[in-house]
C-alpha cells in the first residue's frame, strides 16, 4: 500500500492545489490531505474553515481524506506510519524552498521520502497569497479556486 500525505497552509485551497490532489490520487493508494496548523503563521481561514472547505473539495476522491495537524509533519507521519510525503512546485523558487524544507524533514527523520509533482502549466500562476490580495480587491478569482471558494472570500471581503 503506498500511502501518503499531502501537508500544506491551504488558505484558501486553489485549483492548483486541487490538480496535485488528483494527480497523487492516481499514484498512491491513499493520499491524506493535511491541513497545518503552525501558532507563528497568521491564517486567513481559520483551521476548522480550511479543513471544512477541503472536505467539501475532495469528495470526487475516494482515496483521498484530511485531517488538521498542528505538530511536526515528521511526527504526525511517524504516528501514522505513512512514510511519503507529497509536495507541488511551481518553479525554481518553489524548488529551492521545497528543497530546504525536505533536507530539513529527511534530518528529523531519515524515513520520510518527499515527492515533488510539477504543476501542471495551467495552475503555474496560481499562490494562495495572491488570490486572497485579488479577491481583497473584489477582482474576479473563479478561474483560480473552486466555486466553494470563490463564495467563502466573497463572503469575508464583502
Ligand atoms: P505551505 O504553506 O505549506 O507552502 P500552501 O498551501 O501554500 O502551503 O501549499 C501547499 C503545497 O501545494 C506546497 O507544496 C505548494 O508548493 C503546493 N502548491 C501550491 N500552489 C500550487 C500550484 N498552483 N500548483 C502546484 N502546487 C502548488
Same mark, same amino acid.
Given at each position: ?54 472536505? /467539501? +473539495?475532495?469528495?470526487?476522491?475516494? #482515496? *483521498? &481524506? ?30 529551492s524552498y521545497e528543497f530546504e524544507l525536505s533536507m530539513m524533514n529527511k534530518s ?12 501542471d502549466p495551467e495552475y503555474f500562476v496560481l499562490r494562495s497569497s495572491t488570490i486572497? /490580495? +485579488?479577491?481583497?480587491?473584489?477582482? #474576479? *478569482? &473563479?478561474?483560480?479556486?473552486?466555486p466553494l471558494v470563490v463564495e467563502a472570500l466573497k463572503a469575508r471581503f464583502a
Amino acid at each position: 500500500m503506498l500511502h501518503a500525505v499531502f501537508p500544506g497552509s491551504f488558505d484558501p485551497p486553489t485549483l492548483g492545489h486541487l490538480n496535485i490532489i488528483e494527480r497523487g490520487s492516481s499514484i498512491f493508494d491513499k493520499l491524506l490531505v493535511v491541513v497545518a496548523v503552525n501558532p507563528r503563521k497568521k491564517y486567513f481561514f481559520s483551521d476548522e474553515e480550511r479543513k471544512a472547505m477541503m472536505l /467539501e +473539495l475532495i469528495k470526487p476522491w475516494k #482515496n *483521498v &481524506s484530511v485531517e488538521i495537524c498542528d505538530t511536526l509533519i515528521v511526527d504526525f507521519m511517524r504516528r501514522r506510519n505513512i512514510r511519503i510525503l507529497l509536495r507541488g512546485v511551481r518553479g525554481v523558487d518553489d524548488f529551492s524552498y521545497e528543497f530546504e524544507l525536505s533536507m530539513m524533514n529527511k534530518s528529523l527523520d531519515s524515513n520520510i521520502e518527499t515527492v515533488f509533482m510539477t504543476t501542471d502549466p495551467e495552475y503555474f500562476v496560481l499562490r494562495s497569497s495572491t488570490i486572497k /490580495e +485579488l479577491a481583497s480587491f473584489h477582482g #474576479n *478569482v &473563479s478561474g483560480m479556486v473552486p466555486p466553494l471558494v470563490v463564495e467563502a472570500l466573497k463572503a469575508r471581503f464583502a
